[in-house]
Nanobody, 120 residues
Framework: VQLQASGGGLVQTGGSLRLSCVAS????????MGWYRQAPGKQRELVAS???????KYADSVKGRFTISRDNAKNTVYLQMNSLKPEDTAVYYC???????????????WGQGTQVTVSS
């Protein structure tokens, strides 16, 4: 499975960006997709995730500002980021997790990361 993320960039405080991530390869019908971010000197953290059934989860720091969505037919996950703050500056990584029915092992895949920079 390969993940290709796009949509990062430089934006001013209060601005918006939309990230996209396309998955390809051996993708199971049931999977979770999400976005993580890592700022310099900090650990990677979950931003938002969405199941193939549409259940979403958000970090407290982005609730009300970010919206995750997906198009299952296109194997694509999106992250609409509004009201951006300087503390949102990080490399954003898309993620896919799936578990084959024949295995107890969860397969985890990562995209290459896209830089989001919010200027004050």
């Amino acid at each position: 499975v390969q993940l290709q993320a796009s949509g990062g960039g430089l934006v001013q405080t209060g601005g918006s960006l939309r990230l996209s991530c396309v998955a390809s390869g051996r993708i199971l019908g049931i999977n979770d997709m999400g976005w993580y971010r890592q700022a310099p000197g900090k650990q990677r953290e979950l931003v938002a995730s969405i199941t193939s059934g549409g259940f979403t989860k958000y970090a407290d720091s982005v609730k009300g500002r970010f919206t995750i969505s997906r198009d299952n037919a296109k194997n694509t996950v999106y992250l609409q980021m509004n009201s951006l703050k300087p503390e949102d500056t990080a490399v954003y990584y898309c993620n896919l997790e799936q578990q084959p029915s024949y295995s107890y092992i969860v397969q985890t895949y990562w995209g290459q990361g896209t830089q989001v920079t919010v200027s004050s």
